[in-house]
Nanobody
Framework: QVQQVESGGGLVQTGESLRLSCEYF????????MGWFRQAPGKEREFVAA????????DYADFVQGRFTVARDTASNTLYLQMNNLKPEDTAVYYC???????????????WGKGTLVTVSS
């Protein structure tokens, strides 16, 4: 059962921007913190950003360094990730998921979708 659909990926050059979208469905996602993760070729999936349900406070991985912004539209159940000043090391498949925080770490709590591929050329 599809619970989330990511989109917006593509091929860009260093320094350019992309906005990713994630349309989500189901009780697990609505009224829950949501997050973005990414998996680069040959590497493990890693946390990128999260946004809480109650106060929409946000949290980012250190490597984001102010370049990405996570947001959500609760009316349309859509999660966004605005990515600016992209670097080749941002190349990865990006995934969204419902998340929970455990001892400061954000963990996905549902099945993964197909993700959306972001490729940044140098």
């Amino acid at each position: 059962q599809v619970q989330q659909v990511e989109s917006g990926g593509g091929l860009v050059q260093t320094g350019e921007s992309l906005r990713l979208s994630c349309e989500y469905f189901g009780r697990t996602f609505v009224r829950n913190a949501m997050g973005w993760f990414r998996q680069a070729p040959g590497k493990e999936r890693e946390f990128v950003a999260a946004i809480k349900w109650m106060d929409s406070s946000t949290d980012y991985a250190d490597f984001v360094q102010g370049r990405f912004t996570v947001a959500r539209d609760t009316a349309s159940n859509t999660l966004y990730l605005q990515m600016n000043n992209l670097k080749p090391e941002d190349t990865a498949v990006y995934y969204c998921n419902a998340v929970a925080q455990n001892f400061g770490n954000w963990n996905a709590i549902a099945a993964w979708g197909k993700g959306t591929l972001v490729t940044v050329s140098s």
